[in-house]
């Protein structure tokens, strides 16, 4: 399944090296890009892999140039893993305001044109971008994954719905709960359409209360001072339905902090730290 990827960064970092590409994605019918940083390859021949999902109008640039994870990932040995948000290109559905369209595929497969025909992204993170880091890089063993807001969403999403897969889950102020909150109303309406019944299956409360399998740890981080606490993310919603499972979720409240990516790199090596215990 080899992809043609062009190579549009090698930057050396923290001993290690941070890579951005470019390919053709079947999937999603478009150019996409991703940006991926591996630890020094003689310390550590076989490194795990954290995936990062970034938010509402993110590329895969915010995380890799903002949240300083480069220097903790290169002393412990893992690589990491920042693809794109959304399909992009002039022949790809968009919207004119900035929480649909692109850079806000919300990590669903849409059902929907003008969405259906590009907006398949949870297949494109969990099939081909898999497949493609898999092959070219040999990242075959042990994964985590954790996100930002929009991606906290895509992160606790994919990981309840792979089981088994991914050792242990992470997210800063992640929107739990899509389906009542109106980020999460507006892009289900347009990719999935206003019939709720497939809802449930992108919704991590949803999920959550049905799970029964294997149990992946759960750590969130959300900011009191963040702008979209309330309205948008709500995560102790997430956090009572674990605790009437049993389920291991911590959620810490972070006093003061906001939205920003500021607040992801005050954490960043906690996060990384979490995953590598679990890895």
Known sequence: MTKKLELLEEHRSFDGTQLKYRHYSEVLGCDMTFSLFLPNKEKFEAPPLIWWLSGLTCTDDNFTHKAGAQKRAAEIGLALLM???????????????????????????????????????????????TGIVREEFGLTGSESIMGHSMGGHGALVIGL??????????AFAPIVNPMEVPWGQKAFDAYLGENRESWPEWDATKLLAEHDGTQAPILIDQGTGDSFYHEQLQPEKLAEIADGKSYP??????????????????FIDEHLEFHQKHL
């Open 249 to 266: 979720l911590t959620l810490r409240m972070r006093d003061g902090y906001d939205h920003s990516y500021y607040f992801i790199a005050s």
């Open 161 to 170: 719905r792979n089981p088994g897969r991914f050792r242990s889950i992470s």
């Open 83 to 129: 693809p794109d948000t959304s399909p992009r290109g002039d022949d790809v559905a968009d919207d004119v305001d900035w929480d649909l369209g692109q850079g806000a595929g919300f990590y669903v497969n849409a059902m929907q044109e003008p969405w259906a025909r590009n907006f398949q992204m949870y297949d494109y993170i969990v099939t081909e971008l």
